[in-house]
């Protein structure tokens, strides 16, 4: 039973993990346009297209919850519980 909620867990993982990845990459698409053109004036009509500084902190943050997920899978410790019978 135990094996089967390991496999269970890894799917359910990797498919967070796919979804955080697109929603990665669409904001470092995002950042690229603002990066390009932030914003476009016509006479005194200003238009800006988004916060550079919103979209830099969602990507922060997705990156951080990436690389959460990558090294959930990885076990790096393990410890043992060790009961002395006399």
Do not use: C, F, H
């Amino acid at each position: 039973m135990p094996e089967r909620n390991k496999n269970i867990m890894g799917s359910v993982n990797k498919e967070k993990l796919a979804i955080l990845e697109k929603r990665l990459k669409a904001y470092y698409r995002a950042e690229e346009k603002i990066l390009r053109s932030q914003s476009y004036s016509a006479g005194s009509n200003q238009l800006t297209w988004a916060n550079l500084a919103k979209v830099q902190a969602g990507i922060k943050e997705l990156e951080s919850e990436v690389a959460a997920l990558k090294g959930r899978g990885t076990p790096k410790r393990r410890s043992v519980r060790v009961v002395p019978l006399d």
